[in-house]
């Protein structure tokens, strides 16, 4: 019953105004010095997998698409791959907040999080898939450990990056990725 009401006022990520409760993962590292050292990853895992070098998912209708490093922010994060599927349009560029398990909002050093690629592990678990400097952060400057859980997950409804439409899809230049509008 308990879980049934849950889900009832938790509705999916998937779209601006939406929360979730769920945990954070990590999955690039621009810095390339975080979470390394078998804490828990091996020393430049983000380089050798080729993560950092990987197109996010917001780059679709971008020609030629940047990558993680090109792109240059911690701030992206990756969120449900089912949603952005059906609806990138809206969900690209978009703030994402999250607050810890004792409900304290967590303030990146860098600047609000957005949502500008897509996570796999997502379309099924509550999972929100960060920077490794994110991650750190909100791990108390810690990759080791668990994954934090207990997170409450929201997409706000404000853009912090523009997503980049189909009427885009022309050779851009690298600025228009930091027309922010915050
Ligand atoms: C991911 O999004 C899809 C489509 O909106 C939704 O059906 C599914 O429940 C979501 N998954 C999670 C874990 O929230």
Known sequence: MLFAALLAVLPALAQAGSTISGHATVYYDLTNSLCGNNDPFPSNWAETSGINSGIPYCEFHASPGQSLAQLGTNRIVAV??????????????????????SGNEFSFSEGPLFIWDACDAARTVPIVDLSAKAFSELKGNTCSGNNPTGLTISIEDNNIWQPISKRDEKPRVRSRHFAQLD
Do not use: E, H, R, Y
Not at 80 to 101: E, W
């Open 80 to 101: 449900n791959a089912t949603a952005m599927n059906l609806d990138a349009a809206s969900l690209c560029g978009k703030q994402v907040s999250i607050k810890d398990a």
